[in-house]
């Protein structure tokens, strides 16, 4: 973080005095006063690693996905490759770094509908893919943003619509080129400045973060983020696509992403598996131009 100026520095030896009193009253307003003091959202991110890091929780909740629900997950087509063996569904053996683990750490990245799968893994139309259906045989646990201590709260409400935009922000790769030349057009010269409190509950949030962010470690500060809730609940996370990021505090949409990590992998089962091929003629930034469309009518 950067050097604190004078009223933040009261602030936080304010919210010391509170940890050490014990008076969680006001550690539960101070946290949040210490969250949203920084100029710009980028800065609600940042300031919510260096609290949680020092101790500092925030409890954003978590979800129960009941015994019985079927998880889905594509792979693209490989000739020769027997998709029916359970082995081919379990996590990739050479455990990369993604979005919501580290390299090395075990996690079956799933999603709760085919259309969510095939959006966030850019099958293309006509491309043969194949489909793997789960199904869970006993009730898992997952933790996120999309819950909050209390979401009538408008700041905790605040929190958790801002750091899971952040988590579920695009990033750039070969696959989505198509996706980043429409957002780099549609957001030119944007900066993290030019991100405002006014826009902590607009649709395209997690698109602005994911056009700012230009690194190559972008998955080294969205697995810091989840630190705290992945060491609270260890069966998985859940979070919300950014190509259908309707899922917001309080508000579950059908169509979402799962990480289960082994604790949870232990409680789904790999059911079937379908060779298809892709008849969508749409691809994610047809969706979100639709998106817009639609929000921009509602305003």
């Not at 710009?40 to 690693?49: E, G, H, Q």
């Not at 409190?197 to 700012?212: S, V, Y």
Request: net charge negative; with cysteine; hydrophobic share 35%.
């Amino acid at each position: 973080m950067s050097e604190f100026d004078e009223e933040e520095k009261k602030l936080y030896g304010d919210l010391v005095q509170a940890l050490n009193d014990g008076n969680l009253e006001e550690i539960n307003r101070l946290k949040y006063e210490c969250l949203f003091y920084g100029r710009n959202l980028l800065d609600v991110v940042v300031t919510y690693i260096f609290l949680s890091d020092s101790g500092i929780d925030f409890d954003f909740g978590y979800r129960i996905i009941e015994k019985g629900t079927k998880l889905f997950r594509i792979r693209r087509y490989e000739k020769g490759v027997n998709f029916n063996s359970e082995e081919q569904w379990s996590y990739p053996p050479s455990m990369p770094e993604n979005r919501a683990n580290r390299k090395g750490e075990p996690a079956l990245y799933l999603g709760t509908t085919e259309l969510v799968c095939l959006l966030e893994t850019h099958i293309a139309k006509d491309e043969l893919y194949v489909l793997g259906e789960y199904e869970v045989v006993e009730d898992i646990k997952v933790g996120g943003f999309l819950q909050c201590e209390d979401y009538k709260l408008m700041t905790r409400y605040s929190a958790g619509v801002i750091l899971n935009a952040f988590l579920i922000a695009p990033s750039r790769s070969d696959k989505n080129k198509g996706l980043f030349d429409y957002l780099d057009k549609r957001y030119s010269g944007l900066t993290i400045n030019d991100i405002k409190a006014k826009d902590a509950h607009k649709i395209d949030l997690p698109l602005k973060f994911g056009t700012i962010n230009k690194k190559e470690e972008f998955y080294k500060v969205t697995n810091h983020l989840l630190d705290s809730i992945k060491a609270k609940y260890q069966e998985g996370i859940n979070y919300s696509s950014c190509y259908i990021p309707v899922s917001t505090v309080g508000i579950i949409c059908s169509d979402s992403n799962i990480v289960l990590y082994e604790k949870g992998m232990d409680k789904v089962k790999f059911v079937r598996s379908e060779i298809k091929k892709c008849e969508k003629n749409f691809s994610g930034e047809d969706v979100l131009k639709v998106l817009f469309d639609v929000a921009k009518k509602h305003m």
